[in-house]
C-alpha cells in the first residue's frame, strides 16, 4: 500500500480512511506510521471531525425520523450527553430506541416518556466499548482514573493521591501517560489548590468516558473512595474547607456518612445564605434533615433544632414569616424533647422575629419562656443574654417601658463584665437597636457595622439581616437619607437577582420618602407592596401588606394634609392609631406616634386649635414615655406651634427651647430643621431678628445636610428641596422680614 501511494506518476485513485485516534494508539497499528509517512511527503490530507453542533443534532434527528412529533428539546438533551461526539449521539439514539423511549406509533415517531423524566446514561454499546478501553490500561492507570471518576469530570492529583495510596507526582505520572495517549483523559494545567497547594489537573475527554467508568465500581469501592475524598477534601481549613462544603457534603453522602454529610450541608446552606439565595438554602436545610434522619439518635437530635432554626432564618428572610414561626416551633420542640435547654431557649429567643410581625403577643410569649427556660440553666451569660433579648424584644414590638430599658441596659453590662465574648452577635444587634432608639446613634452603629459582612468576614444570615434594618434605622434618625438609599437600592437588586422578594428593602424606601417629604412616593412605594403577587406559599402577602397598610396609611394621611383634605388625612391617620385596624408589629408605638403627629397637623392646620391643643398633649405625653429624641423633639416643635397661634409667646418659647435642647444633643436633623424653623417663625414675629437669623441659618443648615446625603443628580434630592415646607425656608431671609416689617 505504501508503495502504491508513493508511486510518482499520476493515477486516478483517491483513498479514503476513517479511523479512531484512540484505537490507532491502544493497538499500536501500523496505520499510524503510514499516516505520518504520506504526511512528511505531502500526500495525505487529515480531515480531523469536528463535533456536531446542537442544530447540526436536530437535523439528524429530522432526517432519521421523518414525520415525527419528538419535541424541539431532544436535539439539546443528545447534545449535552453526547458533547456533539457523532458516534456517542448514534449510540444514545440506538439505546434510547432499544429501550423503548422512542417509537414509532400510527405512522409517527413520538417519545414514550416526558423529555424531563429522560436520563441517557452511558449506553450499553458505548459502555462496553469504553470498558475495552479501560481494561488495556495499566492496574495503576485503571485505579487513578477510578478516583477521579469519583471526584467528578474535573479532578487533581492531589485531591485522588489518598484514595489510591499514592503520592500526588506518582499520580500526575501516571495521568500524564494517560493524557498522553489521548485516551479517556486530558491534561489541562497546573492549578493552585483552595489550600495554597499547586497540583496537575485534569479532565474525562467525555462525560460519558467517567459515568462509564463511575458505573463499573462496586458498591464497597464507591463507598470507600467517596469516604476518602470527603476525607483529603476536609483537610482544607478556614473559608476554604467552607467553599467546598458541597463538595464535601456529597462526597460524605455517598461515602454514608450521613452525620459529616450532614455538617457539611449546614455549611453549604451558609454559603447560600451568604448569596442571598435562601431558596437554595432552604432546599439544602431539607436535605440536611433526610439525612439527619440516617444518624445515630443523638446527633440527630442535637443537629435537628439547629436545622430546623436556621430554616426558619432563611424563610424570614424570603419574608414567609409563618413558615418562618413554624419552623422555630419545631426547632423548640425538638429541642425541649431532647433536653437540649441551650437549643431550646436559641429556637423560642428565635420566635420574636416572625411573630414579631405576625403575632408579637405570641413572640413576646415564647421570649419570656426563653428566659424562664435559661433561668434553669447553669449558665450566667446565657441567662443574662435572653433577658436582654427579651426586654428589648418588648421595647421593639410591644410598647416602651423605662423599666425594660433598665432591664436591657444593666444585663448588657453584665455581659460586659462577663466579657465581650458572652454577648451573642444577634442579641447585640438587639441591644443597638434599642440605643437606635435611645439616640446614641454611634455607639449603635459600631455595634451594628459588625453585623454586616466584609470581602474578609462572614456574619450569620439573621445577624446581617438585623444589622442592616438597624443600620438604616440610626441613618434616617441621623437624615442619612442618601445613605439610606444606596442600601434600599443595593439590597433590592440583590435580592431580585435571586428571586426573592425585597420586602425589607421596599419598607425601608417608603419610610426614607416620607422624611424626604415624597409622600405620594412613599404611598406608591407601598401600593406596590400591596398588590404583589408573589408565588411564595401561605401567608407572605398578608403579613406584609398588614405592615403595609400602615406605612400607606401614614404616607397617604401626610399626602391628604398637604393637599389640604384634612378630614380624609385624619381618617387615614386613625386607621394607624387603631390597634384593630393595624394590629402591633415592628416599632408599632413609634408609627402610632406618628399618626397621632399626623393628627395634630390635620387639626392645626383646618384651623381646628382646641382639637389640635388635645392630640398635641397626648402626643407629648406618650413621646415622654419614650426615650426617642426625635419624637420627643417634634412633640415639643408642635406644641410651640399651636402655642403661636394662640399666641401665648411664654408657652411658645417655652416649647422651642424644650425641642432645641433635644436637637442640640442629639443628631436628628430631620427634627432639627423643623424645630429651628418653628424658632425662626417665633423670632421674627417678637421682631428678635438676630435670633431669628441664627435658627433660619440652622434650620437651613439641617436641610443641607440632609440633601447633601444624596447624590446631586438624585431625583430624591429634588423632591425633597421642593417640597413646600422646605422651599419656604429656603426662598426666604430675615432682611425679607425685616422690609415686610417696616
Not at 462496553?128 to 471526584?151: D, Y
Request: hydrophobic share 40%; proline share 4%; charged share 25%.
Amino acid at each position: 500500500m505504501l508503495r502504491r501511494l508513493r508511486r510518482n506518476e499520476e493515477a486516478r485513485l483517491m483513498l479514503v480512511c476513517t479511523y479512531r485516534p484512540v484505537d490507532m494508539i491502544l493497538s499500536n497499528s501500523s496505520l499510524k506510521v503510514l499516516k505520518q509517512d504520506l504526511q512528511v511527503h505531502s500526500l495525505c490530507t487529515e480531515i480531523a471531525l469536528e463535533r456536531l453542533t446542537e442544530p447540526a443534532i436536530g437535523d439528524y434527528l429530522t432526517r432519521e425520523f421523518p414525520n415525527g412529533s419528538l419535541p424541539p428539546g431532544l436535539a439539546g438533551l443528545i447534545y449535552r450527553h453526547s458533547e456533539g461526539n457523532p458516534l456517542f449521539m448514534v449510540a444514545i439514539v440506538q439505546d434510547m430506541m432499544k429501550k423503548g423511549l422512542i417509537v414509532h406509533d400510527h405512522a409517527e415517531w413520538r417519545l414514550t416518556t416526558p423529555l424531563e423524566a429522560i436520563d441517557p446514561g452511558v449506553p450499553q454499546s458505548l459502555q462496553q466499548m469504553l470498558e475495552v478501553q479501560f481494561e488495556k490500561l495499566t492496574p495503576p492507570e485503571q485505579r487513578a482514573l477510578e478516583a477521579g471518576s469519583v471526584v467528578g469530570e474535573h479532578f487533581s492529583a492531589w485531591v485522588i493521591a489518598t484514595a489510591v495510596d499514592e503520592t500526588p507526582d506518582r499520580i500526575e505520572d501516571l495521568c500524564d501517560e494517560v493524557a498522553a495517549r489521548q485516551q479517556v483523559i486530558r491534561a489541562v494545567g497546573v492549578r493552585q489548590l483552595p489550600n495554597g497547594l499547586v497540583s496537575a489537573h485534569y479532565e474525562f475527554r467525555h462525560a460519558l468516558y467517567r459515568q462509564a467508568i463511575y458505573r463499573r465500581l462496586s458498591s464497597g469501592k464507591h463507598v470507600r473512595l467517596h469516604r476518602a475524598i470527603a476525607e483529603r477534601l476536609r483537610t482544607f481549613s478556614g473559608p476554604k474547607q467552607k467553599q467546598s462544603a458541597s463538595e464535601i457534603a456529597f462526597h460524605f453522602e455517598s461515602g454514608r456518612e450521613y452525620e459529616q454529610a450532614t455538617r457539611f450541608l449546614i455549611i453549604a446552606a451558609e454559603n447560600a445564605a451568604g448569596r442571598f439565595a435562601y431558596r437554595d438554602c432552604i432546599q439544602v436545610l431539607q436535605h440536611a434533615l433526610e439525612l439527619n434522619t440516617k444518624i445515630e439518635a443523638h446527633f440527630g437530635a442535637e443537629l435537628e433544632p439547629k436545622i430546623q432554626e436556621f430554616i426558619g432564618d432563611a424563610h424570614y428572610a424570603l419574608g414567609a414569616m409563618t413558615e418562618s414561626a413554624a419552623a422555630y416551633e419545631t426547632a423548640a420542640s425538638r429541642a425541649c424533647q431532647a433536653g437540649f435547654k441551650a437549643a431550646e431557649v436559641s429556637a423560642l429567643s428565635a420566635m420574636v422575629r416572625p411573630f414579631g410581625f405576625i403575632d408579637p403577643d405570641r413572640g413576646i410569649a415564647a421570649i419570656n419562656r426563653a428566659v424562664d427556660v435559661s433561668r434553669k440553666i447553669q449558665n450566667p451569660s446565657l441567662f443574662a443574654s435572653t433577658r436582654m433579648l427579651a426586654a428589648a424584644s418588648r421595647l421593639l414590638y410591644d410598647r416602651w417601658t423605662e423599666e425594660d430599658a433598665a432591664l436591657c441596659a444593666s444585663a448588657y453590662d453584665e455581659l460586659n463584665n462577663l466579657g465581650e465574648n458572652h454577648i451573642p452577635p444577634f442579641h447585640k444587634l438587639f441591644y443597638a437597636q434599642v440605643q437606635v432608639l435611645h439616640g446614641n446613634y454611634v455607639q449603635a452603629l459600631g455595634i451594628l457595622e459588625k453585623g454586616i459582612p466584609t470581602s474578609n468576614q462572614a456574619t450569620g444570615l439573621m445577624e446581617h439581616i438585623f444589622a442592616l434594618s438597624g443600620q438604616t434605622t440610626a441613618f434616617l434618625r441621623m437624615g442619612r437619607l442618601g445613605e439610606v438609599l444606596d442600601i434600599v437600592r443595593q439590597g433590592r437588586d440583590t435580592a431580585e437577582k435571586n428571586g426573592n422578594d425585597p420586602w425589607l428593602f421596599n419598607f425601608r424606601e417608603a419610610w426614607l420618602r416620607m422624611l424626604a417629604l415624597d409622600f405620594e412616593g412613599s404611598a406608591r412605594v407601598c401600593d406596590a407592596i400591596l398588590r404583589m403577587n408573589t408565588p411564595y406559599p401561605l401567608g407572605q402577602p398578608q403579613t406584609i401588606a398588614r405592615i403595609a397598610r400602615g406605612y400607606s396609611a401614614i404616607a397617604g394621611g401626610f399626602t391628604e394634609l398637604d393637599k389640604g383634605r384634612y378630614k380624609h388625612a385624619i381618617e387615614l391617620f386613625k386607621q394607624v392609631r387603631d390597634p384593630q385596624t393595624t394590629p402591633k408589629f415592628f416599632l408599632h408605638w413609634m408609627w402610632r406616634m406618628t399618626a397621632q403627629l399626623g393628627i395634630t397637623e390635620a387639626w392645626l392646620q383646618s384651623g381646628d386649635i382646641e382639637k389640635a391643643s388635645v392630640e398635641a398633649d397626648e402626643l407629648l405625653r406618650c413621646a415622654s414615655q419614650t426615650a426617642d429624641p426625635h419624637l420627643q423633639a417634634l412633640a415639643w416643635e408642635i406644641q410651640a406651634r399651636i402655642a403661636i397661634v394662640k399666641e401665648n409667646g411664654g408657652r411658645a418659647e417655652d416649647c422651642v427651647q424644650k425641642g432645641l435642647q433635644i436637637v442640640h444633643r442629639f443628631q436628628v436633623p430631620v427634627a432639627g430643621w423643623q424645630v429651628h424653623a418653628t424658632a425662626w417663625r417665633l423670632y421674627r414675629s417678637r421682631q428678635q431678628y438676630a435670633e431669628a437669623e441664627s435658627h433660619h441659618e440652622q434650620a437651613q443648615a439641617n436641610i443641607f445636610k440632609i440633601a447633601d446625603s444624596f447624590p446631586k443628580d438624585e431625583p430624591l434630592r429634588e423632591v425633597f428641596l421642593s417640597a413646600a415646607p422646605i422651599a419656604r425656608i429656603l426662598n426666604s431671609s430675615v432682611e425679607s422680614d425685616r422690609g415686610a416689617d417696616a
